[in-house]
Nanobody
Framework: QVHLVESGGGLVQAGGSLRLSCTAS????????MAWFRQAPGKEREFVAA????????TYADSVKGRFTISRDSAKNTVSLQMNSLEPEDTAIYYC??????????????WGQGTQVTVSS
């Protein structure tokens, strides 16, 4: 089990940028895959981006490709999501997730508490 804490959410205008961070504790950070999900009001939680245990493999939802970048820093036990060219449709609660059983992201085993991102038009 790991403890995940997100930060960096907030209110931004369309076209702007935000950087989310997730700090992990409780288990060796470099041993498992990490990801970001989001949930907009009235919608189901959806996948946003994932990074492998080594940081060498990343994958993105089509809706964020070319705008969002996921990365991890094993020295700081953090995974980040750089979000550029934000759109009102990106408004959601963003959740950090871990898959403790795989080096490439599978079904999440642990979740953070979420951070709100609001993009105004």
């Amino acid at each position: 089990q790991v403890h995940l804490v997100e930060s960096g959410g907030g209110l931004v205008q369309a076209g702007g940028s935000l950087r989310l961070s997730c700090t992990a504790s409780g288990r060796t950070f470099s041993n498992y895959a990490m990801a970001w999900f989001r949930q907009a009001p009235g919608k189901e939680r959806e996948f946003v981006a994932a990074v492998s245990w080594s940081g060498g493999y990343t994958t993105y939802a089509d809706s964020v490709k070319g705008r969002f970048t996921i990365s991890r820093d094993s020295a700081k036990n953090t995974v980040s999501l750089q979000m550029n060219s934000l759109e009102p449709e990106d408004t959601a609660i963003y959740y950090c997730a871990a898959d403790l059983f795989h080096s490439i992201m599978g079904p999440p085993t642990d979740w953070g508490q979420g951070t709100q991102v609001t993009v105004s038009s």
